[in-house]
């Protein structure tokens, strides 16, 4: 039953805009998702449908399907476009021969939106909704922010912490200030700082985890907006992974996410050694139910992000981070 209504609220949220009150996302078919995934019951995903959708406006006019999709790539105005041209996709070949062909592109720019058409596209995918999944592949598209290619590297560096440390400390005077997160992080991509090391870190299997586990310490430590995404982001990168079709498609899209995150730390401006954690306050089915009852959409979203990679990586600092979250 559950399953049947969540999908009934995506078919329905489908006719709002992507985004509202001036760039900012549309986290309505995102908290749905996550909702669900935490155990909310029919009636709590009809309620929070209800409230969130207040602050939204329609979606534009059906759009043509687009012979060159990737013409459209970070136009704002595309996104009906792009939708019917990836729901025609999804339509003739289905999910995952779409998402083998298109996520090598979209992955370039993948800090689109502050990874809101990352996380989206990797909710629809995780709730097995054709229709929201365009939705996401036409807003990540819309919003696609390919970042400043990297200067070539010099020495290469496999610590995730070292590599960033080195990167901050060319950019400890810098400070990035204004507009909205996928603004910051462009600013910070045409440093020509950022350019030296960006392409300095070696992708191996231990890349994203420890990307993961960073967030997951810097969000409990600092509770900064920003990291958030961070901390999301992981665990919906995660998700895509196995979608991409070769390991080199996945060395790829590892290298565009560990650039455009690294544009994020050093937007956000957090330290990135701080003291050890004490010890959780609460238990998962805690923070799960107190997560539930939150109409905060960034808060819905952290606990169930965190929650899962807890599930593959262990706790670390994923439950403080929930706990945090949910005491606000």
């Known amino acids: ?42 009636d709590r995903l009809r309620e929070f449908f209800d409230r969130y959708t207040l602050r939204l ?36 070949e289905g999910r995952d021969a779409t998402l083998r062909a298109v996520l090598p592109v979209l ?17 629809a995918v995780e709730a097995g909704h054709d229709g929201e999944l365009a939705a996401g592949l036409a807003y990540w598209g819309s919003r696609h922010l390919p970042l400043e290619a990297p200067s070539a590297a010099g020495v290469p560096v496999a610590d995730v912490s070292a590599w960033l440390a080195a990167l901050a400390a060319d950019l400890v005077d810098v400070r990035i200030e204004g507009g909205l997160i996928f603004e910051q992080m462009r600013a910070v991509a045409r440093l020509p700082a950022f350019a030296r090391h960006a392409g300095a870190l070696t992708i191996d299997a231990g890349t994203l985890p ?6 997951a310490q810097r969000y409990a430590a ?24 070769t390991p080199a498609a996945r060395d790829g899209a590892l290298r565009s996410y560990a650039r455009a995150y690294a544009a994020g730390v050093v937007a956000s401006g957090i330290q990135l050694q701080g003291a050890p954690l004490p010890a959780p306050p609460l238990g998962w089915p805690e923070i799960a139910a107190r997560a539930c009852r ?32 949910v005491a606000a």
């Open 107 to 123: 992955m370039e720019g993948v800090g689109a939106a502050a990874f809101h058409g990352l996380i989206r596209t990797a909710y």
């Open 57 to 92: 406006s329609l979606g534009p006019a059906p759009g043509r399907v687009q012979d060159d999709w990737q013409a459209r790539l970070g136009q704002a105005d595309a996104y009906a476009d792009l939708f019917a041209s990836f729901s025609a996709r999804i339509d003739a």
């Open 222 to 245: 600092t509770r900064h907006f920003t990291v958030l995404h961070l901390v999301t982001s992981c665990h919906a990168l995660r998700l895509l992974l196995p979608c991409l079709a």
């Open 294 to 325: 939150s109409n905060d959409d960034h808060v819905i979203k952290l606990v169930h992000s965190a929650r899962a990679e807890a599930e593959v990586y262990g706790d670390g600092a994923r439950r403080h981070a929930a706990a945090l979250a």
């Open 210 to 215: 420890a990307l993961a586990d960073l967030a």
């Open 1 to 42: 039953m559950g399953d049947a209504v969540l999908h009934e609220l995506l078919d329905t949220g489908l006719r709002y805009a992507p985004e509202y009150r001036g760039g900012l996302s549309n986290h309505l078919p995102m908290a749905l998702c996550a909702l669900h995934a935490l155990g909310a019951g029919s």
